[in-house]
């Protein structure tokens, strides 16, 4: 049972030192992310060269005579 331990801990402790500095390491780089690409929320711009404008949706399909019943 001592064997296990022995042979685990430095295991254990390598796994936790690894974690920890991966987790440093991303929220580093992640910060340095949103300063160097911030992402930008809303319509997406159009593709360059793109001059025409969609067609606006077609009306909302109403039943002949459906007002009456307003």
Known sequence: ???VVVISLPLILFCILLGVGCY????ARGRRD???NPQVFGMP???PGA???PSP???PYVKPGNLNNV
């Open 1 to 3: 049972m001592g064997m």
């Open 24 to 27: 440093f390491l991303g929220r």
């Open 34 to 36: 949103v300063f160097t």
């Open 45 to 47: 711009t159009p593709p």
């Open 51 to 53: 001059t025409s404008f």
């Open 57 to 59: 949706p077609p009306p």
